[in-house]
């Protein structure tokens, strides 16, 4: 009778013991899938940034460009007005003369 009960006894552990096994199996599955999930999520968000870099780094050299073509329209625009003004001069200059 004891070793009836022994036995009975080591079949319920190897029983706990295989649902043990099937249980740590399982979450060993789920996690590794969410850590594929997240490697997933990482590698799109490193490319977003990426992306996101390379369209700042044109946004930069754009507004470069923007900049040194209004310094050089500032630029002609005083020296078109230093022009007008020495025209303006001569015109008023002459309308005196003739009076």
């Not at 079949?11 to 999930?37: G, M, N, P």
């Not at 977003?48 to 044109?58: F, P, S, T, Y």
Request: proline share 0%; with cysteine; aromatic share 4%.
């Amino acid at each position: 009778m004891t070793r009836l009960v022994t036995n009975c006894f080591l079949c319920q552990l190897y029983t706990a013991l295989a649902t043990a096994d099937a249980s740590t199996a399982r979450k060993v599955q789920d996690f590794q899938a969410k850590i594929e999930k997240l490697q997933a999520s990482q590698r799109d968000a490193k490319t977003k940034l990426e992306d996101a870099n390379v369209a700042r780094n044109a946004a930069n050299v754009s507004l470069a460009t923007v900049v040194k073509e209004k310094d050089k329209l500032i630029k002609e625009n005083t020296d078109l007005n230093a022009v007008c003004e020495e025209l303006m001069a001569m015109v008023e200059g002459g309308q005196a003369a003739a009076k």
